[in-house]
């Protein structure tokens, strides 16, 4: 029995290496990835319903075009957190059981180097909401502080996964 266990893997072979992860792990990343395109949507929805009251100019599918750089600042903090997660699980010693995949997973979020990219996910989001604004504010040619108000919201749900999740 490997550290998998008895679950369907997924196995990488190149010549120089071979990664073998349980699906249901590559599964969950791509959903992981996935549900950012459902965020993306809502959110461009929230802009512009919400920006209604102020203007009738600019059009969803602009909003949703440039609110989508909204989430530049997610992908850079995700990457580095990512880089950092790998560089870590190096230095932790590896499961030999099954059920040593749960302490392994903490010890390397615990890592210095792990923990040092959670200041980086919070200035990712604040970025994140600046860039939103300015969008809104630009495509929907609404005053700053409405813009700032459609933004709001999500905000609110943003700090709320934050506060929620720590």
Do not use: C
Not at 28 to 39: E, P, R
């Amino acid at each position: 029995m490997s550290v998998i266990g008895d679950q369907p893997t997924i196995e990488y072979v190149t010549h120089a290496l071979q990664v073998t992860l349980p699906a249901l792990t590559v599964s969950g990343a791509a959903i992981s990835f996935g549900h950012v395109f459902g965020y993306w949507f809502l959110y461009s929805v929230t802009f512009y319903l919400l920006t209604i009251p102020f203007a009738e100019d600019g059009t969803f599918r602009t909003l949703f075009w440039l609110s989508g750089w909204g989430f530049l600042p997610w992908l850079l903090a995700g990457t580095v957190w990512l880089l950092a997660m790998v560089l870590s699980a190096f230095s932790v010693p590896a499961p030999t059981m099954t059920a040593g995949n749960g302490a392994f997973v903490q010890a390397v979020q615990d890592t210095v180097l792990v923990q040092f990219t959670k200041p980086l996910d919070y200035l990712g989001t604040l970025w994140s909401l600046g860039l939103w604004t300015v969008a809104v504010s630009k495509v929907r040619a609404v005053k700053r502080w409405q813009a700032v108000l459609a933004v709001l919201p999500v905000g609110l749900f943003e700090l709320a996964k934050i506060l929620l999740f720590i």
